[in-house]
């Protein structure tokens, strides 16, 4: 079955960088795009951008820019997304989001990370 | 500031219909299909609808989608009392500020 089971809790100082991975099982990897999206407390979902594990392409939410990166290895079927520059507003679950079909987001969710920032 | 506009709350009886609305425009609802989520506290999101109106395996047919132009509607059919959750209406977005956009959100109660 379709698995995608994401590193555990983060705390960071503001103005640090966050990676937060997500490694998938149960279908071929290159297969489908993954998606990261995060809710903040008491706020609602929120995209962060997309990635293509077969080439490598992404894309991102315009208020991200320049602050995520969003990567993959391919050898161990696993999605990275990194978000540097923290701030206090950056705390959120975090979660990696691969499509049911093509162009169809968030078949499957991995379990949610927490990155809390914090002085 | 999300793009998608929906009623921050929708209540009905165990049993009754509830209907959510969805508001975009041009460049996300009016030329991109319509997916919609459910989301319950402490848990990952869940995939109700995708392509308007399509039900992925598993999902119960109480559940349904339509669009109209710029806007579209999640309609609960029996609302059962593991429903109580919010939902979520997301498109693709032809702007060039985001790709992809999430509705603002509707927390679904019993009255």
């Known amino acids: 079955q379709v698995q995608l089971v994401q590193s555990g809790a983060e705390v960071k100082k503001p103005g640090a960088s966050v990676k937060v991975s997500c490694e998938a099982s149960?279908?071929?990897?290159?297969?489908?795009?993954i998606n990261w999206v995060r809710q903040a407390p008491g706020q609602g979902l929120e995209w962060i951008g997309w990635?293509?594990?077969?080439?490598?392409?992404?894309g991102h939410a315009q208020k991200f820019q320049g602050r995520v990166t969003m990567t993959r290895n391919t050898s161990n079927s696993t999605a990275y997304m990194e978000l540097s520059s923290l701030r206090f507003d950056d705390t959120a679950i975090y979660y990696c989001a691969r499509d049911l079909k093509y162009g169809e987001p968030g078949g499957y969710w991995g379990q949610g990370t927490l990155v809390t920032v914090s002085s | 500031q999300s793009v998608l506009t929906q009623p921050p709350s929708a209540s009905a009886t165990p049993g009754q219909r509830v209907t959510i609305s969805c508001s975009g425009s041009s460049s996300n609802i009016g030329s991109n299909t319509v997916k919609w989520y459910q989301h319950l506290p402490g848990t990952a999101p869940k995939l109700l609808i995708f392509a308007d109106s399509q039900r992925p395996s598993g999902v119960p047919d109480r559940f349904s989608g339509t669009k109209s132009g710029t806007s579209a509607s999640l309609t609960i059919s029996g609302l059962q009392s593991e429903d109580e959750a919010d939902y979520y209406c997301a498109a693709w977005d032809d702007s060039q500020n985001d790709l992809y956009v999430f509705g603002t959100g509707t927390k679904v109660t019993f009255l």
């Open positions: 990635m293509s594990p077969n080439s490598g392409d992404t």
């Open positions: 149960g279908y071929t990897f290159t297969s489908f795009d």
